[in-house]
């Protein structure tokens, strides 16, 4: 979820009390890092978050961006190690595939590429809503890839341990299908990565306080396909984050 420490609409503060009356007890800050922004927020951030954990558990995250099909991405090692967790997304920002992109055929060949390299990336721990591409220069929904090609991203992630994320408003980036095609289409991409025993979060990507853990077409998705013990745990994250500090 997201604040007005970057694009959120609502305030820390309003964000921590809705999660605490819809009964969460972990949530993940996770405002954007664009690429070239200013980051001195980042220390007051920190601050702001830590000050509300007697509230309920919160990791101080960010979600950067992906640059380009190579793998380059929004946030370096040192911004890395001010954040508890990571989410890295495909945003209007992503060179070849959000903008200057050419043909179908490249595009598909750029974002294996470019998914492949997110999870080759040891500061990486969440790929954000994945294959939300319906929005782009060129166009994709879900039924678009190819089962080889979705089969051999997921070999990634199960190697590399990177999360999937589900996103709560996924039906968005396809304003051209029901909501019903986008979800059966959806569901398509995940019984393959279960397949490969990927691990899968839930998000709600609130930008409001009003979204704060909205996460009903999640709990569809994660009831459909089975994968309920494919979620992660907290004490996962923090594992991971502890043995990147270890070096």
């Known amino acids: 979820m997201h604040t007005t420490f970057s694009d959120g609409k609502s305030p820390l503060e309003d964000v921590v009390r809705a999660a605490v009356s819809n009964g969460l007890d972990c949530i993940a800050l996770t405002d954007h890092i664009f690429p070239g922004s200013e980051l001195g927020w980042l220390d007051e951030y920190r601050q702001a978050v830590d000050s509300y954990k007697d509230d309920l558990l919160m990791l101080v995250g960010g979600e950067g961006c992906i640059l380009n099909p190579e793998g380059d991405i929004s946030v370096d090692a040192e911004i890395r190690a001010k954040l508890d967790i990571l989410l890295v997304d495909f945003g209007y920002h992503t060179d070849r595939i959000a903008k200057n992109c050419t043909t179908k055929k490249q595009l598909l060949h750029d974002i294996k590429r470019a998914m492949i390299s997110l999870c080759e990336n040891p500061l990486v721990d969440i790929v954000a809503h994945p294959f939300n591409f319906g929005r782009i220069p060129i166009p994709l929904t879900p039924g678009d890839f190819p089962d080889r090609m979705l089969h051999d991203i997921a070999v990634a992630f199960a190697k ?22 986008v979800t059966a289409e959806y569901l398509h991409i995940i019984n393959i990565f279960k397949e490969h025993a990927v691990r899968f979060s839930v998000g709600s990507d609130a930008h409001s ?3 704060v853990g909205n996460i009903k077409w999640c709990e569809r998705i994660i009831s459909a396909a089975g994968i309920k013990d494919l979620l992660i745990v907290t004490r996962e994250l923090f594992a991971k984050r502890q043995w990147l500090a270890a070096g």
Do not use: A, D
Request: some cysteine; glycine content about 8%.
């Open 209 to 211: 306080c009003c979204g």
């Open 160 to 181: 590399t341990g990177t999360v999937f994320e589900i996103m709560n408003t996924m039906t968005f980036w396809f304003p051209e299908l029901s909501v019903e095609q």
